[in-house]
């Protein structure tokens, strides 16, 4: 298989594949992926569902409201915590990856966009190649 990365949790009870590229990568700075990250930014890496393999454990799900008032199903490991996925109401066949959990070489993405700009911190600067939006896009991205 081609392109295929490996990633998981910090305490190793959870492991991940992906095959192929990603359909996005986005940053975001709405008070959740704050929250959630406890940084800055969330890194997601969107793949089609089926191009995600879980290879090892069990992941427990929370599902809360975002910024735009959709529902966000988050995965994380039960043991020690980490966020590793999340779906999004309007964009269900796909499921982000977060960008942290990848196995070395790790950031091997290039990061299209940013979300949510209006609460990212007045000292983080992007570079003019990523696409900001200061709220969550109202449809989904064109396949």
Same mark, same amino acid.
């Given at each position: 298989?081609?392109?295929?990365?490996?990633?998981? !949790?910090? !305490?190793?009870?959870? #492991?991940?594949?992906?095959?192929?590229?990603?359909? #996005?990568?986005?940053?975001?700075?709405? #008070?959740?992926?704050?929250?959630?990250?406890?940084?800055?930014?969330?890194?997601?890496?969107? %793949?089609?569902?089926?191009?995600?393999? %879980?290879?090892?454990?069990?992941?427990?799900?929370? #599902?809360?409201?975002?910024?735009?008032?959709?529902?966000?199903?988050?995965?994380?490991?039960?043991? !020690?915590?980490?966020?590793?996925?999340? *779906?999004?109401?309007?964009?269900?066949?796909?499921?982000?990856?977060?960008?942290?959990? %990848?196995?070395?070489?790790?950031?091997?993405?290039?990061?299209?966009?940013?979300?949510?700009?209006?609460?990212?911190?007045?000292?983080?600067?992007?570079?003019? *190649?990523?696409?900001?939006?200061?709220?969550?896009?109202?449809?989904?991205?064109?396949?």
């Amino acid at each position: 298989m081609k392109n295929l990365h490996t990633g998981g !949790c910090v !305490c190793g009870q959870i #492991r991940f594949r992906t095959e192929g590229e990603p359909r #996005r990568v986005s940053l975001c700075a709405c #008070r959740w992926c704050q929250k959630l990250t406890g940084s800055a930014l969330g890194i997601s890496v969107y %793949f089609d569902r089926e191009k995600i393999a %879980f290879t090892k454990g069990k992941r427990k799900s929370f #599902r809360l409201k975002s910024d735009a008032n959709r529902w966000i199903e988050q995965e994380f490991c039960p043991d !020690c915590g980490t966020p590793l996925t999340w *779906t999004l109401e309007y964009w269900q066949d796909y499921r982000g990856i977060a960008g942290g959990t %990848f196995d070395a070489p790790t950031f091997w993405y290039q990061p299209e966009r940013l979300v949510f700009a209006r609460s990212k911190p007045a000292w983080l600067t992007l570079p003019t *190649t990523i696409e900001v939006c200061q709220a969550m896009p109202q449809k989904p991205p064109q396949e």
